[in-house]
C-alpha cells in the first residue's frame, strides 16, 4: 500500500483546487473541485507551441463574434474565447466550478466588468451548448467597482470570486455583496515574476481570522487563498475552506511520504468572540479611506501591483495572439 502523501494529508481538512489552465494537470493531481486561473496562468499555457491552432481559431471567431459584443476589440474578445476554451478542457476532470477573471483593465469599470461576466458566460453557452453554466464562478479584482459588480452578478445568479485580496476590509465587503469565493494572496503577486523578491509580510493569519470572521457571520463566502510559494505555507492553512494550489507544488505535495511535517494555523488559532458583521456596501467613502489606511497603505499598494501585472498579462497574451496568427498567415 502507498504511503501517504502531502496531497492526501490535506484533502482530510481542506478542498484542494487547482491553479491552472493546464488539462494534464488536472488528469495527473485529482480529484479536484474547483480549477482557478488568471491572465498570467493563460498566458503560460497558450504559449506552449501546441495551442497555435486554439490561439488561431480564437482570433478567427472573435471576429465572426464581433457584432455580437459591440465595443469590444477583437483581441480581448479572442482572449476570453481562448480562456473558455482552455477552460473547457478541464471541465470533465473536476467536480465544482471553473473559474475565470475578467480582463484586468476592467477593475476599476462596474459596468465593464459586469459585461465582461456576462460575455464569459455567453461564450461558454456559445462554445459548448452543453456545458452547465451554473458552474462558471468568474473572478474579479477586490477594488471597490469590482465588488459592486460582484453584487450585481451574484444577484444575477452568476457565480464570483473576489481575487488580489490583501485585508479584512476587502473580506467584509466581500461578503456582504455575496461573493462566493475570496482569494486573500498570501504573497504579493510580484513574487512570482520578481526574481528573489520575497513577500517580508505574508499573510497567512489572514486567512484564519477572515474564515473564523465568515464563521461568526454565518456568510456563505468561502476562503479560497491562492498565491502560495511553498508546501510549508499550505500545510500551515490546512483546514481553510478551499485552497488552490499551482502545478509546481502540486507535484510537490503528491511525493509519496511528504507528510506535512508544518503545524496548521488553524490548528493553534483560538475562536474569537463573535463580531457584529461590517457593513460598507452603502457607505463607499468609509470604506475607501479604511481600505487605503489598512496597513498604512500597504494593501492599496498591493492591490494596484496586481492589477497592474495582470495587465501586462492581458497585453502578453494579445501580443500573442497577434504574433501566433501572423505566422500561421505568413506560412500559408
Not at 81 to 105: C, D, E, F, S, W
Not at 128 to 143: E, L, N, V
Not at 237 to 253: D, F, K, S, W, Y
Request: aromatic share 8%; proline share 5%.
Amino acid at each position: 500500500m502507498a504511503s501517504e502523501n502531502g496531497l492526501d494529508a490535506l484533502r482530510k481538512k481542506t478542498v484542494v483546487d487547482c491553479d491552472t489552465m493546464d488539462e494534464e494537470v488536472a488528469k495527473t493531481f485529482g480529484p479536484f473541485q474547483d480549477c482557478t486561473s488568471n491572465q498570467a496562468i493563460a498566458f503560460g499555457e497558450l504559449s506552449k507551441p501546441e495551442h497555435a491552432g486554439l490561439i488561431e481559431t480564437s482570433l478567427s471567431e472573435a471576429r465572426a463574434l464581433g457584432p455580437r459584443f459591440p465595443g469590444v476589440d477583437d483581441y480581448d474578445l479572442a482572449v476570453d474565447i481562448a480562456m473558455v476554451k482552455l477552460m473547457l478542457r478541464i471541465v470533465p476532470h473536476i467536480r465544482g466550478y471553473v473559474h475565470i477573471q475578467t480582463n484586468p483593465y476592467q477593475s476599476y469599470s462596474t459596468e465593464k466588468t459586469v459585461a465582461n461576466a456576462f460575455r464569459i458566460t455567453e461564450l461558454f453557452r456559445h462554445l459548448d451548448p452543453a456545458f452547465d453554466t451554473t458552474r462558471i464562478c468568474i473572478k474579479i479584482p477586490s477594488t471597490w467597482e469590482g465588488l459592486m459588480a460582484c453584487r450585481t452578478l451574484e444577484q444575477g445568479g452568476i457565480r464570483t470570486l473576489a481575487t488580489t485580496l490583501f485585508t479584512l476590509v476587502q473580506a467584509a465587503l466581500a461578503a456582504e455583496v455575496g461573493c462566493t469565493y475570496i482569494a486573500p494572496y498570501v504573497n504579493q503577486l510580484k513574487v512570482h515574476f520578481e526574481s528573489g523578491f520575497v513577500d517580508p509580510q505574508k499573510l497567512l493569519p489572514l486567512c484564519v481570522s477572515v474564515q473564523q470572521y465568515y464563521e461568526a457571520i454565518k456568510s456563505k463566502t468561502r476562503v479560497l487563498p491562492a498565491s502560495l510559494t511553498s508546501t510549508e505555507e499550505i500545510y500551515a492553512l490546512a483546514g481553510v475552506h478551499h485552497i488552490t494550489i499551482a502545478p509546481g507544488l502540486l507535484q510537490q505535495l503528491s511525493t509519496p511520504g511528504s507528510v506535512p511535517p508544518t503545524k496548521s494555523l488553524f490548528d493553534s488559532q483560538a475562536v474569537k468572540p463573535a463580531p457584529e458583521a461590517i457593513l460598507y456596501a452603502d457607505k463607499e467613502s468609509v470604506y475607501r479611506l479604511e481600505f487605503s489606511r489598512s496597513e498604512g497603505g500597504a494593501s492599496e499598494q498591493k492591490l494596484t501591483q496586481a492589477v497592474n501585472i495582470f495587465c501586462e498579462m492581458q497585453d502578453n497574451l494579445i501580443a500573442l495572439i497577434q504574433a501566433t496568427t501572423s505566422r500561421v498567415d505568413g506560412a500559408r
